[in-house]
């Protein structure tokens, strides 16, 4: 199985930007689906991206469509997230997850099979 890391988070002002990072290992991020999502305080763990095997196809939840972008490096095994724009609403803990199944996208949390530890970002206004 695949093991996740994220990291890049931080505190930072609305308007600011920041990009994080998910470093694999274990197995080679390219068997995956990735996907971000987050989790406020007292709230729902929520959809932000995804990102097919080849990078090629990418979706967005509407709250961060326009501002957020999700990438990835299937050399580096890394997948990233560049946060632009930020908002005290886009704070929360960041997750990335892995779907090993044969979809060419998902964006629902039942749908990822494997999880990171989580990155605190952190957005003052």
């Known amino acids: 199985q695949v093991q996740l890391v994220e990291s890049g988070g931080g505190l930072v002002q609305a308007g600011d930007s920041l990009r994080l990072s998910c470093a694999a290992s274990?197995?080679?991020?390219?068997?995956?689906?990735m996907g971000w999502f987050r989790q406020a305080p007292g709230k729902e763990r929520e959809f932000v991206a995804s990102i097919s095997r080849s990078g090629g196809t990418t979706y967005y939840a509407d709250s961060v469509k326009g501002r957020f972008t999700i990438s990835r490096d299937n050399a580096k095994n890394t997948v990233y997230l560049q946060m632009n724009s930020l908002k005290p609403e886009d704070t929360a803990v960041y997750y990335c997850?892995?779907?090993?199944?044969?979809?060419?996208?998902?964006?629902?949390?039942?749908?990822?099979?494997?999880w990171g530890q989580g990155t605190q970002v952190t957005v003052s206004s």
């Open positions: 274990g197995r080679t991020v390219s068997n995956y689906v």
């Open positions: 997850a892995a779907d090993r199944s044969p979809v060419q996208i998902a964006r629902s949390a039942r749908d990822f099979d494997y």
